[in-house]
Nanobody
Framework: QVQLVESGGGLVQPGGSLRLSCAAS????????MGWFRQAPGKEREFVAALSRSGISTYYADSVKGRFTISRDNPKTTVYLQLSSLKSDDTAVYYC??????????????????WGRGTQVTVSS
């Protein structure tokens, strides 16, 4: 079992940037495919970005493509989501997730085994 802890959220102005981190407690993430999701008030949780188990392949929701980047550090204990050119529509709680079931890119919440508790991102002037 792996425990995930997100950090790095906060208040940022439109056009600004943030880097979110997802740390795994006590173990490597090299055996998991990873994903980032977000949930705005009154809306369903939606897919943002995915990283394959190998760390080589990435996949993004159309709404964030070209603005967000998912990556993993070399010790493979932390996954990042770099947020750039932020818009008010990006305001949400951001969650990271991990799965050992599939090695590829997954945008469906049901395939993920482990979830963090989320970090709030607020984009406002």
């Amino acid at each position: 079992q792996v425990q995930l802890v997100e950090s790095g959220g906060g208040l940022v102005q439109p056009g600004g940037s943030l880097r979110l981190s997802c740390a795994a407690s006590g173990r490597t993430l090299s055996t998991y495919a990873m994903g980032w999701f977000r949930q705005a008030p009154g809306k369903e949780r939606e897919f943002v970005a995915a990283l394959s188990r190998s760390g080589i392949s990435t996949y993004y929701a159309d709404s964030v493509k070209g603005r967000f980047t998912i990556s993993r550090d070399n010790p493979k204990t932390t996954v990042y989501l770099q947020l750039s050119s932020l818009k008010s529509d990006d305001t949400a709680v951001y969650y990271c997730a991990a799965t050992g079931k599939i090695a590829g890119l997954i945008r469906t919440t049901g395939w993920y085994d482990y979830w963090g508790r989320g970090t709030q991102v607020t984009v406002s002037s």
